[in-house]
């Protein structure tokens, strides 16, 4: 019943930018840590961004000064401003959040289905 949906990927020229958005929706009792993974063909799923339920954030090093992730808990969204964007930000990339839905007393790990990111003249 739990899910996130990711919205906002697209094709963007190098130095433009793109907005993330990642709503989570069902039965939801609390939502803790949220985050942004990517994953290029070949490469593995590497964390780009997560922030924890008070706020703070911690940025992967090739996107710090570029990136900056957000949260809404009372629309129980997270968003990743990607400024700057360069051809090796190319991925799929991933909303992840640990979530407790309403039936079960233990925070599960839901991801979404991924969004495409492509930075390309």
């Known amino acids: 019943q739990v899910q996130l949906v990711e919205s906002g990927g697209g094709l963007v020229q190098p130095g433009g930018s793109l907005r993330l958005s990642c709503a989570a929706s069902g039965g939801i009792f609390s939502i803790d840590a949220m985050g942004w993974y990517r994953q290029a063909p070949g490469n593995s799923r590497e964390l780009v961004a997560a922030i924890t339920s008070g706020g703070s954030t911690n940025y992967a090093d090739s996107v710090k000064g570029r990136f900056t992730i957000s949260r809404d808990n009372s629309k129980k969204t997270v968003h990743l401003q990607m400024n700057s964007l360069k051809p090796e930000d190319t991925a799929v990339y991933y909303c992840?959040?640990?979530?407790?839905?309403?039936?079960?007393?233990?925070?599960?790990?839901?991801w979404g289905r991924g969004t495409q990111v492509t930075v390309s003249s």
């Open positions: 992840n959040a640990d979530i407790r839905d309403t039936y079960y007393n233990e925070y599960e790990e839901y």
